[in-house]
């Protein structure tokens, strides 16, 4: 289980960082991306799946999740409608739940930045949602092209969101945070007029595959 000082330190690194210390996997569509470009959001998944076009099962699984999780909706790439918007987002806030990833839309962009609250979703649409159909919870799902399981680490910027496996997330935290470290040295060799070839050694690369 991740503690919370796992979650800060994640907090506090690039997604692409994580990314690479995840084996370069885990990383969603590029189309879901914050609202706010200032967002951050780490937290454990807590899973959801609805029906394309209804939101009934999202309003159950805010009062299931824990304070900081994340909901992480699979809506099926849905966007003919937005499932959530702010008023949804007030309710999220009250709960202490740190943040949504929806693979679908949403309405109420404006309002919902305005709250600076963490939403990643693929868009905007104002079409509104019917409450019919049931879902699940806290099941494994896909968003974004990504499996996700309960309890997996969500880490989003202005980049996009990555899956850390919970089994991992201590390794990956290790790794992402001597990646963040290393780029500090790698950014003072560059300034002190160093290349990328020679810094990572690109330039034996290119001269063994007899590309010069």
Known sequence: MVNREEIEQFSKLPTGNVCDANNKSGNMDFNIKPIDKKSKLVGPAVTVRCQPGDNLIIHEAIY?????????????????????????????????IAGIVVDGTCRDA?????????????GFNPGGTVKESWGTINETIQCGGVVVNPGDIVVGDVDGVVVVPKEKA??????????????????????QGKTTLEIYGFDKVIEQKGYK
């Not at 709250?115 to 693929?122: A, E, G, S, Y």
């Not at 201590?170 to 300034?191: S, W």
Request: glycine share 8%; proline share 4%; aromatic share 6%.
């Open 110 to 122: 404006n309002d919902i930045e305005e709250l600076c609250f963490p939403f990643f979703c693929r």
């Open 64 to 96: 299931r999740a824990q304070p900081g999780s994340v909901l992480v909706i699979d809506a099926h790439g849905y966007t003919g409608a937005g499932p959530m918007g702010e008023i949804v987002v007030i309710a999220c806030q009250e709960r202490g």
């Open 170 to 191: 201590a390794e990956v935290l290790n790794k992402a945070a001597a990646i963040a470290e290393k780029e500090i040295k790698v950014r003072e060799m560059l300034r």
